[in-house]
Nanobody, 120 residues
Framework: QVQLVESGGGLVQPGGSLRLSCAASGSIFSIAAMDWYRQAPGKQRDLVAA???????TYADSVKGRFTISRDNAKNTVYLQMNSLKPEDTAVYYCYARGVITSAGAGNYWGQGTQVTVSS
């Protein structure tokens, strides 16, 4: 069974920074891509950033230049460094692992989410 555990959320003032982490555990051979999504109250869940195993990275326009995604393949962990945070970044942030290969086969998995609140 694959589990994704996120950490690093919290309350921060506008202009501040947070670093989110998401660690995948289980009998994992490889993970094709690891993404961060976010969902604000009353809104749909949107892609924030994505990184493939080989390195190609995608960012939502709203976070370009402020957020940085990275991953440690050896630890099956993805990070999201968030700088210059704005109140509109307030949301629950979810980790999503795509193309997870285990002894049981392949699948995609979501984390439980971590709350990020940007407020003075």
């Amino acid at each position: 069974q694959v589990q994704l555990v996120e950490s690093g959320g919290g309350l921060v003032q506008p202009g501040g920074s947070l670093r989110l982490s998401c660690a995948a555990s289980g009998s994992i051979f490889s993970i094709a891509a690891m993404d961060w999504y976010r969902q604000a109250p009353g809104k749909q869940r949107d892609l924030v950033a994505a990184i493939t195993r080989g390195g190609p990275i995608t960012y939502a326009d709203s976070v370009k230049g402020r957020f940085t995604i990275s991953r440690d393949n050896a630890k099956n962990t993805v990070y999201l460094q968030m700088n210059s945070l704005k109140p509109e970044d307030t949301a629950v942030y979810y980790c999503y692992a795509r193309g997870v290969i285990t002894s049981a086969g392949a699948g995609n998995y979501w984390g439980q989410g971590t709350q990020v609140t940007v407020s003075s």
